[in-house]
């Protein structure tokens, strides 16, 4: 990039400051990452809400990512987490047995006195991860506010997912500062940070090199060509005069990729 990617909006820091007000009430914390690039979303501000409470990782997106990504988690090791397609139907409930082991002994405890357990958890993430989506899925209908672009919740939101069962769906979050431009990068090719704030012409210049450091082939397997320009001229991507609609290129290539129109990647080899 031609420029250092950053992007955190007022909403972001009251976002922090709500979830740390409401994590006393939750007994799980449910932390949705992009499948394609999972390290990518792990934001260093979560470190303190993920430290108090167990989490379930929920690997969201997976059939958008490389098959093999699980096995490539450094933190699945000591962490319980699911690799989930959250647009399919159903596909949430298995979040619910998941979370209810790991407050096995709190239902116990309930149980013991003749109470039945109201489990209570929060959705943490980047923006644009599919937290809302998942929150639908679980829930059976649209209770919550669904977006294809970054920042579409902007408060919390209480769901009921049954009597016992309940979520608090929270904005997406980022940080303030990137120190790994690659990160960055990884975020903006997935559409976390908003393409308006960005040049979308070089996101997508550097997104078609990237891609080739994963995959030789994969350019020429959808497109024909393996850079820039040949897509231009190969899609007809051309304006008056003969000059490049490098615009129109770079929306094109970036929209098929968050698609999965041009392979599953772990976008995290790149780091």
Not at 242 to 262: W, Y
Request: hydrophobic letters at 40%; charged letters at 25%; a positive charge.
């Amino acid at each position: 990039m031609n420029s250092k990617i950053n992007w955190f909006p007022g909403h972001m820091k009251s976002a922090l400051d709500m979830i740390r007000s409401e994590l006393g009430l939750c007994d799980v914390i449910i932390y949705v990452l992009d499948a394609r690039c999972p390290k990518s979303c792990l934001n260093p501000k979560f470190a303190e809400f993920t430290a108090r409470k167990p989490v379930l990782f929920v690997l969201n997106k997976s059939d958008l990512a490389s098959a093999i990504i699980s096995g490539q988690l450094d933190f699945a090791n000591n962490a319980v987490y699911l690799k989930l397609n959250s647009t399919l139907s159903g596909a949430g409930q298995k979040i619910i047995p998941a979370v209810a082991k790991l407050v096995t002994e709190k239902i116990k405890t309930a149980e013991s006195k003749g109470v039945k357990k109201t489990i209570r958890t929060v959705v943490i993430g980047v923006t644009n991860c599919g937290k809302s989506t998942l929150i639908n899925n679980l829930a059976g209908s649209r209770k919550a506010l669904v977006g294809d672009k970054p920042g579409v919740t902007r408060s919390k939101q209480w769901v009921a997912v049954k009597d016992n069962f309940w979520v608090l769906d929270t904005p997406g979050t980022l940080w303030p500062s990137f120190e790994n431009q690659q990160v960055a990068k990884n975020l903006a090719y997935v559409g976390s940070i908003k393409d308006d704030i960005l040049d979308i012409v070089d996101l997508a210049k550097n997104l078609l090199e990237d891609l080739k450091k994963l995959d030789a082939n994969c350019l020429v397997n959808r497109f024909e060509a393996d850079t820039f320009e040949g897509i231009c001229k190969k899609r007809g991507y051309i304006l008056k005069g003969g000059a490049l609609d490098e615009e129109r290129a770079a929306k094109a290539i970036l929209t098929e990729f968050r698609a999965g129109k041009i392979g599953r990647f772990n976008l995290d080899e790149l780091l």
